[in-house]
């Protein structure tokens, strides 16, 4: 077995074709093939299910799948360190972050590291699943997750700072008129909320259940920018990071009282190289903690609306 056939392997299953992965990878359509069946008669099972719509990963291809993608990450990381000298980096970093955090400051560490080293791609995405994020942390997959503090950060784990949440409320909202709302004027507030087992569901059930609140639910999204805009129609309130909150939605944001916030954290792999250490190097210069743009200065706490 080589890594070119396991690289080849993971191109058909995330594009569901030999054709369409021949043409990610560059490479003819009968090599790709080949190098399939021969791993597949190395291996004596069968990795993928030919349909009519496509080839589908079997049982026994999925687990090899997993194991395959790692064995891929690792090479790739290998390669970097080798190559990587003094004054350049070469190679891919995989980040992940968890929903709603690090958006204002991500863009610019990237950029920085970019600046920095040209040649070093970065692959970032967002993953709402606290669980899958842990998941793919223990996997080795990821070279870096940023994500909230919990019951189960690592040890090692390294705090950038905190993100301070706010509530998205709708066009006329009568708490509009105050510097800060406090949930319990919201008490009965329908709510735009998140995937049942992400971080920011999480804190939203706290928060309530501390206020002594039971959380109406208008709908579920998985994106904050999607909660933000629906909150902003007026369908619920939503409660997100005030770093995820969109361009030209300002005017319909407010802190909340007592403030809320949450410790962001970085995860590198283990025996991480000198990529992943120049980005949590950049990250840490971003500003992480400071006081919220929204609502007006200067107020120790709400003030009722007229």
Known sequence: MSLRQFEYALAVAEEGSVTAAAERLHVAQPSVSQQIRGLERELGVELFDRTPTGLVATAVGRAFLREAEVAVSAARKARATARA????????LVVAAQMGFGTRQLPGALDALRRRFPRLEVTVFEEPSSAELERLCRRGVLDLALMAACERTPADAHRLGDEEF????????????????DLRDLDGEAWVRFDRDSALDGVLLGLLRDNGLTPATA?????TATAVRWAAHGLGAALVPASAVPHGHEHLVR???????????????????PGETALLDVLRRETWTESSPYGRSGSDGPRAAT
């Open 85 to 92: 000298g003094a004054d350049e980096l070469v190679g891919e």
């Open 166 to 181: 706010v509530v998205v409320l709708g066009p006329g909202h009568r708490q509009l008129a105050a510097d800060r709302v």
């Open 219 to 223: 709908a579920r999204v998985s994106q």
């Open 255 to 273: 802190p909340v009282f007592p403030a809320v916030s949450q410790p962001v954290i970085a995860v590198l792999r283990q025996g991480a190289g």
